[in-house]
């Protein structure tokens, strides 16, 4: 069995770490250079720093932000927030990012898949899903779960995966923010229809709810904010319980 991967996640809004509940009622939650440097050393797997403005604001990026994160830790670290192109790829990239995660761009433009996966290679192109349960289908949904799309989750999943992405971030909406558990159901169906790895995000607010998400839910990495940034569950006292549970984990520090 591949190990299992315990992921922080730091949505950035004007520079400092935020958390909200279903993507609204923001709240500070500190300094994402201080935040990435304490989950490095707890032992978290990687870091995903998302720029939760930038797509809607249209802005890019904060590079200058993301440099002094990059050079804080030691693990690997992906970004996302208003990447449209290869050039804005290749800054992050060059800012000491070693993956990046497009969403919104991805659903206007799939063919950017492609692009970015042949320019840099899909080890490093993250697909990210923001998903919504209407009307009895799993919707995706752009702009920080603003924006209702066309497309059907599980199909978009697999059609990204074939267009070169190396990774799928797959958000529930629904259970974002709530600590009620993840989406099981749906990460466990997407976990089924794709060969490249799935990281489930949205729900988590005990141990339980990971072990959950690694064995019914399928998926290969369990992401999470509030519960890492309010110390709610400390990262090494998680790993730990997950080995307990026969969940093989990977061995950091």
């Known amino acids: 069995m591949l190990t299992k991967r315990i992921i922080p996640c730091l949505d950035i809004k004007d520079g400092r770490t935020v958390k909200g509940t279903n993507f609204v009622n923001l709240r500070d939650a500190g300094d994402p ?10 032992g978290a797997d990687e870091l995903v720093f998302l720029d939760i403005t930038a797509t809607v604001d249209e802005r890019k990026t904060l590079i200058d932000l993301v440099r002094n ?16 192109s290869v050039a804005d790829v290749s ?21 950017l898949v492609n692009e970015l996966a042949l320019e840099f290679g899909s080890q490093c192109i993250v697909v990210a899903i923001d998903t919504r349960y ?11 779960g603003r924006k209702p799309t ?10 990204v995966e074939d267009r ?7 958000t529930s909406m629904d259970t974002d923010g709530t600590k009620a558990g993840f989406a099981l159901d749906l990460t466990a169906q997407i976990s089924g229809v794709a060969n490249i790895p799935v990281i489930a995000s949205g729900g988590a607010g005990t141990m339980d709810h990971f072990v959950d998400v690694f064995t019914t839910g399928k998926a290969d990495a369990g992401l999470a904010a509030s519960i890492f940034h309010f110390k709610e569950i400390e990262i090494p006292a998680l790993k730990g319980y997950l080995r307990e549970k ?5 061995i950091t520090n």
């Open 33 to 42: 250079v201080a935040l990435a440097a304490v989950y490095a050393e707890q």
């Open 69 to 84: 994160v990059a050079h804080t830790i030691n693990i690997p670290f992906t970004v996302g927030g208003g990447i449209s």
């Open 91 to 111: 800054a992050l990239l060059n800012a000491g990012a070693d993956k990046i995660s497009i969403n919104s761009s991805a659903v206007r433009n799939p063919d």
């Open 134 to 144: 209407v009307d009895g289908e799993h919707i995706v949904h752009t702009h920080g």
């Open 150 to 159: 066309e497309l059907r989750t599980i199909a978009w999943a697999k059609e």
């Open 164 to 170: 070169g992405a190396g990774e799928i971030l797959l």
């Open 246 to 250: 026969g969940i093989e984990m990977r």
